[in-house]
């Protein structure tokens, strides 16, 4: 098990992931952080880089803040 911290950009015009550290990335997207939408394309985002299914990543703390701490099975 790996755990991330993420910095949430929600509504960004430019979508990525930006990665100051190995265990610190900062991930912009497009949907708002409204109804966990920001949430779920987030772990979308992570599963996609990491190549592993988004079944594997969960939030782990900071469900309604935008620094969250990931885990990665």
């Not at 949430?8 to 952080?33: F, L, Q």
């Amino acid at each position: 098990m790996r755990s991330l911290r993420v910095t949430v950009k929600p509504n960004a015009k430019a979508v990525g992931i930006e990665k100051p550290s190995e265990d610190h990335w900062i991930v912009k997207v497009r949907e708002p952080a409204t109804e966990g939408k920001a949430n779920r394309a987030v772990i979308l985002a992570v599963a996609r880089e990491l190549d592993i299914p988004p079944s594997s990543v969960t939030i782990h703390r900071g469900e309604k803040g935008k620094e969250k701490q990931l885990r990665i099975i």
